[in-house]
């Protein structure tokens, strides 16, 4: 079992910036990728960001040149830095972790993108 705690989240201002931080403990040796989904009311799930435990990333469109990723593989954490943000970004954000075959998820987090 891998538990995930996440934080970070709360309410900004169009334009203004957060950062979502996730720990990773229990059976987390083996990780593979890590990252962040994301869903606002009303709507599915969608990705984020991942990156794996070479490095590689990936983005939603809708997040590049905005969002950046980050992880330290040797306490087993996963940022999101978040910037530029806007209204549709609104979202409960989510950290995930894939062990083996196993994917976890976190709680998630609310992030609020309001004036």
């Known amino acids: 079992q891998v538990q995930l705690v996440e934080s970070g989240g709360g309410l900004v201002q169009p334009g203004g910036s957060l950062r979502l931080s996730c720990a990773a403990s229990g059976s987390s040796s083996s990780i593979n990728a890590m990252g962040w989904y994301r869903q606002a009311p009303g709507k599915q799930r969608e990705l984020v960001a991942t990156?794996?435990?070479?490095?590689?990333?990936n983005y939603a469109d809708s997040v590049k040149g905005r969002f950046t990723i980050s992880r330290d593989n040797a306490k087993n954490t996963v940022s999101l830095q978040m910037n530029r943000l806007n209204v549709e970004d609104t979202a409960v954000y989510y950290c995930t972790v894939i062990v083996a075959v196993t994917t976890y998820w976190g709680q998630g987090t609310q992030v609020t993108v309001s004036s």
């Open positions: 990156m794996t435990g070479g490095g590689r990333t």
